[in-house]
């Protein structure tokens, strides 16, 4: 559970990639659930990272992605976990906010190694189910497994937002409302 203030947390989305991202199972949902996720977080004012695996090879973030966004900057890694970047690591301390929504694919490789990395370092870390993905679904079900073992919380898109309103009489609920209907 959301146990923090909308101040204290931020967005992370990685690799949602033109080239990766059509070989997702069901990536159309995937895409659709992440755009609604970037317009709440968007509503909200929360910080959004965006990073991208190996540009040259899988291109630029999904053009849905990037309208959702607006004026966005991406980070560039190879390492399969964000927090072997060490610019990915220098902007989360500059940040200051140990709470952190994840989104992103493949779900058993750099989602799982960041999340397995955010978690040793001592953020608290909710990964979004409908807007994580792998080629086939069976890895995306395991890599949930083994991160909320190792103390990540799974949750969806829909019910992070509506936590982080924690009542029906905050200023953007009817925002967040329309949203996900």
């Known amino acids: 559970m959301l146990q923090f203030e909308d101040t204290n947390v ?3 989305l990685i690799d949602y990639q033109v080239r990766l991202l059509p070989s997702i199972y069901n990536y159309e949902f995937l895409e659709a659930q992440t755009v609604n996720f970037i317009k709440g977080c968007r509503i909200l ?4 990272l965006t990073i991208q695996q190996y540009t040259k090879g899988l291109g630029d973030t999904s053009d849905k992605l990037k309208e959702a966004l ?11 976990s964000c927090c072997g970047n060490t610019e990915f690591i220098n902007e989360l301390n500059k ?3 140990k709470n952190i929504l994840v989104a992103g694919i493949e779900a058993h490789i750099c989602v ?10 001592g953020y608290n870390v909710q990964v979004l ?3 994580i993905g792998s080629r086939k679904d069976i890895d ?7 991160m909320e073992r190792a103390g990540a ?3 969806t898109m829909e019910s992070a937002l509506f936590e982080l309103l924690k009542s029906a009489d905050h200023p953007k609920r009817k925002e967040i409302s329309n949203l996900v209907k």
């Open 10 to 12: 931020i967005a992370l």
């Open 129 to 131: 189910a409908d807007c």
């Open 70 to 80: 607006g004026d966005f900057n991406y980070i560039e890694k190879i390492s399969f």
């Open 112 to 121: 799982q190694q960041t999340v397995l990395d955010l978690v040793k370092l």
């Open 45 to 48: 004012e929360l910080p959004i």
């Open 95 to 97: 940040l200051g906010k």
């Open 140 to 146: 995306r079900i395991y890599a949930e497994r083994r």
């Open 153 to 155: 919380a799974i949750t």
